[in-house]
């Protein structure tokens, strides 16, 4: 029995008390308030539910157990935790002293189905002139960032664009939590890290996109721009790996620019903002 599968049926055991909600497909977030208090999420709106753990216990249970899958650590001295569950689903949880209700677990659904440009026209997200145009940025290596607010669809529409990538290309995907699924075969998926309880073996994006920069990648993508790897990128982007893609969260069209300037000045270099 290989170690995927040993933590697949330990996972599902420990999340039994939510596993009708991880099976239906309808229910794209599932929000954890503590052991005895369950919400979901369907077609954007949200439904309080039956659902509890037995005890927080149990509940804390089953967050140690997904953050072992991923390799990670979550207790008291780091309370936070980023993972993702054997099918891909994203998890974040925060625990006591920090979460003053209980141990907070939030569940982003994955999307078994690759959606492409093309399901967007379908679902006249859309218009086939748009898709016309995405395509053939991405075929003319135009670096493109995708924004918009939490949960309207950054990672699924970035998912979407990439399907436009040359099969032949060598992409790599870094990302905080592993959550895209490339339809190409040539796709190597990099993984952040948190470092260790002596402050080892950290490996943020930053080290992770300097360290792709070695792996002959024809397209670089980040899942999410968040601190001062924007200026690797940016660099990147305009020094030999055009075609790059990116989420970053903003409101309106003008606002990602800012947000990116932002992000470029948390790096360790000293840049002046014009």
């Known amino acids: 029995m290989s170690r995927e599968t040993i933590f697949e049926a330990s996972i599902e055991y420990f999340l039994s008390p939510i596993g009708e909600f991880l099976r239906d497909d309808s229910v794209t977030e599932i929000m954890v308030n ?14 309080e539910t ?12 089953a967050v140690h157990n997904v ?14 935790l980023d993972a993702r569950l054997p099918d891909g689903s994203r998890v974040h949880v925060i625990i006591p002293p920090s979460a003053r209700r209980g141990t907070y677990l939030t569940i982003r659904k994955f999307k078994r189905d690759i959606l492409g440009l093309s399901d967007f026209v379908r679902l006249d997200s859309i218009t086939e002139e748009a898709k016309e145009f995405l395509e053939i940025c991405v075929k003319l290596r135009k670096n493109i960032v995708v924004s918009g607010g939490t949960g309207t669809g950054k ?9 436009a990538i040359p099969e032949e290309e060598r992409i790599v995907v870094i990302e905080d939590s592993s ?11 990099l993984e952040a890290q948190q470092a260790d309880a002596y402050g080892h073996g950290q490996l943020t994006i930053r080290d992770l996109f300097k360290a792709s920069l070695r792996m002959r990648p024809d397209r670089i993508i980040v899942g999410e721009v968040r601190s001062g790897e924007a200026l690797d ?13 990116t989420t970053v969260h903003a409101n309106s069209p003008r ?7 932002s992000r470029v000045s948390l790096s ?4 002046p903002p014009n």
Do not use: C, K
């Open 67 to 80: 953050a072992q899958y991923v390799g990670r650590e979550i207790d008291r001295d780091r309370p936070v």
């Open 268 to 271: 360790s270099m000293s840049l």
């Open 255 to 261: 606002d990602p620019l800012g947000r990116i300037e």
């Open 34 to 47: 503590g052991y005895n208090e369950i919400y979901v999420e369907r077609q954007g709106r949200l439904y």
């Open 155 to 163: 990672t699924t529409m970035l998912n979407a664009v990439s399907t």
């Open 233 to 245: 990128m940016v660099q990147s982007m305009i020094s030999g790996h055009s075609g790059s893609l």
């Open 50 to 61: 039956d659902a509890s753990f037995p005890s927080e216990d149990a509940l804390l249970s």
């Open 179 to 189: 959550e895209l699924r490339l339809a190409q075969r040539h796709t190597l998926y």
